[in-house]
């Protein structure tokens, strides 16, 4: 029982709450004991793809937190939470909701390199402390600015060209998120509801995005700044994740499906093996007398390879992840196998 279990994480469920899981599930069908660890934290209040490394695996659950993820997501705009998200306490409103044509525009703001201030309710620790138990306190909560890489943003919506709506930003107490609101301009009667018609283009109540991004990256916070790029406020009302590294859904399992497998003793059958997880680097096939000395964390001389990150086996047993450097071979992690 070395390698990865993906759950399709549900509603409501924290990936510490996901990790017990599996260690019943383990428990139920009589498996013995193993480490047990999630590649990935995922939200309570998030869906979908939650890698959960066991035995072996966990030695790379720190590789898969440096993965690159895509999350599909929900913008309702018209109102900004404390959290960002739908579990919060609305902190601002604005009557100003986007067309589909400016929201299209507005995207490209946010592709590739940017700079983004995480939400006061994360984990990242500020002087010790979880930022989201400080928030929770009533303390104020200002985090530092963070570079992160959006490689793909894309709406459903149908958009075409036109500038993006002038951001009026400033002044109504976005405590802890680093921008301040200010409310935006009036309009003529009641705001318009999403599909109508405002002087000629559709608006939106809300947006589903889908976004590529880098570890770090902060998907709530991006709704928001994406929201405030366009004059309005915004918070997260659905976040999915559909890929985490290597894993997407076409191998994810339910809770359903997983206490299934344990009550039948067939959880072999849903483990993905341990190369799963690096599936993006080069195998590298040894000797017994090679896999023997790596074993010992001893470096292998006069390897024919490219530099770089490789996965070295024997025969099919994984030994080692390595990096090979001027034809030098080392561990970086060893797997007892």
Same mark, same amino acid.
């Given at each position: 029982m070395h390698g990865w279990i993906i759950l399709d994480k549900p509603l409501g469920l924290g990936s510490t709450q996901a990790v017990s899981a599996v260690k019943r599930a383990l428990h139920t069908g009589g498996y013995g004991k193993y480490k047990v660890g999630h590649g990935g934290t995922l939200d309570p209040l998030a869906t979908g793809v939650l890698p959960i490394a066991l035995g072996e695996a966990t030695k790379l659950a720190g590789r898969m937190l440096d993965s690159d993820k895509v999350y599909d997501f929900t913008i309702c705009f018209g109102e900004q939470t404390d959290t960002l998200d739908a579990e919060g306490v609305i902190i601002a409103?604005?009557? +100003? !909701?986007? *067309? @589909?044509a400016a929201l299209e525009a507005v995207l490209a703001q946010f592709t590739g390199p940017i700079e983004q201030v995480p939400p006061a309710y994360s984990a990242l620790k500020v002087d010790g402390a979880r930022a989201y138990d400080l928030a929770r306190a009533g303390e104020e909560v200002v985090l530092a *600015? !963070?570079? +992160? *890489?959006?490689?793909?943003?894309?709406s459903s919506p149908a958009g075409g060209g036109? &500038?993006? @709506?002038?951001p009026v930003v400033e002044g109504l107490g976005a405590s802890g998120t680093g921008l301040a609101l200010q409310a935006p301009p009036p309009l003529r009667g009641p705001p &318009?509801?999403?599909?109508e018609e405002f002087e000629g283009k559709e608006v939106l109540e809300s947006a589903t995005l889908t976004a590529h +991004?880098?570890?770090g990256t902060y998907i709530r916070s991006l709704a928001r700044d994406i929201a405030l790029a366009m004059g309005t406020v915004?918070?997260?009302?659905?976040? =999915? =994740? *559909?890929?985490?590294g290597p894993f997407g859904l076409d191998q994810a399992i339910s809770l359903d499906k997983l206490a299934e497998a344990a009550m039948a003793r067939e959880l072999e059958h849903l483990l993905l093996p341990l190369r799963?997880?690096?599936?993006?680097?080069?195998?590298?096939s040894l000797t017994p007398e090679q896999a023997g000395l790596l074993r010992q964390g001893r470096v292998l001389i006069g390897i024919a390879s490219h530099d770089g990150l490789c996965f070295a086996t024997l025969d099919d047993v994984p030994v080692a992840l390595a990096e090979v450097r001027d034809g030098n071979v080392s561990v970086v992690r060893g797997f007892n196998l």
């Open positions: 409103t604005s009557d +100003v !909701r986007p *067309t @589909a *600015t !963070r570079a +992160v *890489t959006v490689f793909s943003l894309s036109g &500038p993006p @709506a002038k &318009p509801r999403s599909g +991004v880098s570890k915004g918070h997260v009302t659905m976040l =999915r =994740r *559909t890929k985490a799963a997880g690096l599936d993006d680097i080069p195998a590298l």
